[in-house]
Nanobody
Framework: QVQLVESGGGLVQPGGSLKLSCTAS????????ISWYRQAPGKQRELVAS???????NYADSAKGRFTISRDNAKDTVYLQMSSLTPNDTAVFYC?????????WGQGTQVSVSS
């Protein structure tokens, strides 16, 4: 079955950096677009970045210039390198893959930005 496991979240000061990882199993990883979403308290889940099987990337405006998504198909893992973090980036970050119209999600990893 499809499984996505996020890791790498934590507490970081404003201006700091974090690198999130999403390790996948149960499907042919290299053939699918993998996305990172986030959900802040009281807000809807929103797309942060995605990476296609071709390596083409897409970013939300809020992530452009600060976040970098990448993938290692040999490790079935997608990464989200985040820098210049602000308190507005505080959220639970989720990994996502869509297969045949069905969305699969990981359990999420908490990112908190605070001094």
């Amino acid at each position: 079955q499809v499984q996505l496991v996020e890791s790498g979240g934590g507490l970081v000061q404003p201006g700091g950096s974090l690198k999130l990882s999403c390790t996948a199993s149960g499907f042919h990883f290299r053939s699918y677009t993998i996305s990172w979403y986030r959900q802040a308290p009281g807000k809807q889940r929103e797309l942060v970045a995605s990476i296609r099987s071709s390596g083409i990337t897409n970013y939300a405006d809020s992530a452009k210039g600060r976040f970098t998504i990448s993938r290692d198909n040999a490790k079935d893992t997608v990464y989200l390198q985040m820098s210049s973090l602000t308190p507005n980036d505080t959220a639970v970050f989720y990994c996502n893959v869509r297969q045949s119209g069905t969305d699969y999600w990981g359990q999420g990893t908490q990112v908190s930005v605070s001094s």
